[in-house]
């Protein structure tokens, strides 16, 4: 005998809205560079490097850009080490994890502070003016613990290795710590900081022995100075306005290039890519990104779904005949067949209570992420991936999750059927 029990109806999308091409591999193209976006914990890194491998085997000369400080993604690749400069991923590794020994894979770990001091060093020209920047505690300050500092250095980074034509795409993995949509605003934020006329007239000291008013202007600021530090009691402001004494004259080619800079993140080349959880809140996160970058005027290429379920799911779906939540409906039988037996002696309602919170809460993915497929602008392509039960510790593992983010999103409609009712199948 068959039995049928109910459970709670998940609403279906339309077909066409499932099978519309949303491939996140139409995003891997020469000239690319994409920008992961997305806050700690979601798995940036490790989708930023399974990005970039499917870029290599797509026959592009990959780079992927990390500034994550952890080694994660050094071990997952089978580095020695991983510096401020792109270290090619060597043939022996790729052919130990089954990919292809001519793979085209570099990755490099951004270097905060040094690529600060690469710029001071490109834009100072003089040796003693360097040196008074570089031990400036504005400086220090600026380029350690301000908001950005490491979005900022990351894009200069990233804009100069795109300068280079080096390679044909990059992954970007943004800071780790700071909000998503912070590097996004860092080049504008910094623009106005550099280049702020109220910072120069009031900290620049003259840069002409005959502009009178300047010099007047200068000695007003610097009695300004003087007297706010006697009651902030600090040398704070006048760090800043050796700061900008020393920077004068290389203030502009500096806020050039920021200009620069942002100019390349809103160009066709750039492919924003947010990653995200099923959990409640990273979706409710995903959402407010969406209306933030549509409200700042910038493109969200996709979306990336990461942790979504988990590979046995994942590999019911693409067995013949297999049924994808086959195990859910398990886990109701179990409660039916407890109430039978009338008895709970070795706590075994306890387990069956976990088992059904497993239960709704593999639902409730399911319907959110569908919910979320629906919503989502014309042109986002989406991508997701499961939970990778040993985890990603080698590039075999990383190769797994690369293959699951380019492979579509035809899952879902599976998943949805199989939500609406489960079957359970016994005989009495």
Do not use: C
Request: charged fraction near 20%; avoid cysteine.
């Amino acid at each position: 005998m068959t039995t049928v029990v109910a459970m709670r109806p998940i609403r279906a999308p339309a077909i066409v809205t499932i099978q519309r091409s949303r491939y996140l591999k139409d995003l891997l193209t020469k000239g690319s560079i994409a920008i992961l976006l997305g806050t700690g914990g979601v798995g940036k890194t490790t989708i930023a490097a399974a990005l970039a491998l499917a870029g290599a085997a797509a026959n592009l000369n990959t780079a992927v850009i990390t500034v994550d400080p952890s080694e994660r993604l050094r071990d997952a690749l089978g580095l020695a080490r991983l510096g401020g400069q792109p270290t090619r991923i060597g043939a022996r590794q790729l052919a130990s994890a089954g990919l292809d020994s001519q793979l085209q894979l570099s990755a490099m770990m951004l270097d905060v502070s040094g690529a600060w001091d690469a710029i001071v060093e490109r834009f100072v020209a003089d040796p003693a003016t360097r040196q008074r920047v570089f031990e400036n505690p504005f400086y220090k300050s600026l380029t350690a613990e301000f908001a950005g500092s490491e979005a900022f250095a990351a894009l200069q980074r990233l804009y100069d290795l795109h300068q280079t034509h080096a390679f044909e795409l990059e992954v970007v993995d943004t800071p780790p710590a700071s909000h998503s949509f912070e590097f996004l605003q860092t080049p504008a934020r910094m623009i106005r900081l550099l280049d702020s006329r109220t910072a120069r007239w009031l900290f620049t000291p003259s840069l002409s022995a005959g502009r009178i008013a300047m010099k007047v202007a200068s000695e007003a600021a610097r009695f300004v100075v003087r007297e706010i530090e006697r009651f902030a009691g600090s040398n704070v402001l006048s760090t800043i306005t050796d700061f900008f004494a020393a920077m004068a004259e290389s203030m502009d080619a500096i806020v050039d290039r920021l200009q620069k800079t942002e100019a390349l993140l809103h160009s066709p080349a750039i492919k924003f890519v947010m990653v995200t959880t099923p959990e409640p809140d990273r979706i409710r996160q995903a959402r407010e990104l969406l209306a933030q970058m549509d409200a700042e005027g910038l493109k969200l290429s996709a979306i990336v779904i990461n942790r979504f379920l988990d590979e046995r799911t994942w590999s019911a779906i693409a067995g013949s005949g297999g049924s994808p939540l086959s195990h859910l409906a398990e886990i109701s039988q179990l409660r039916l067949s407890l109430s039978k037996d009338g008895a709970d002696a070795n706590g075994l309602g306890r387990m069956v209570s976990y088992f059904e919170e497993y239960r709704d809460r593999t639902l409730d993915e399911v319907e959110r992420v569908a919910a979320l497929a629906r919503e989502l602008p014309k042109g986002v392509k989406l991508a997701i991936a499961p939970e990778i039960e040993a985890g990603v510790r080698d590039l075999a593992a990383l190769s797994r999750v690369s293959g699951y983010l380019i492979s579509g999103t035809a899952i879902l409609k599976a998943l949805e059927m199989a939500a609406r009712v489960v079957v359970v199948s016994g005989g009495t």
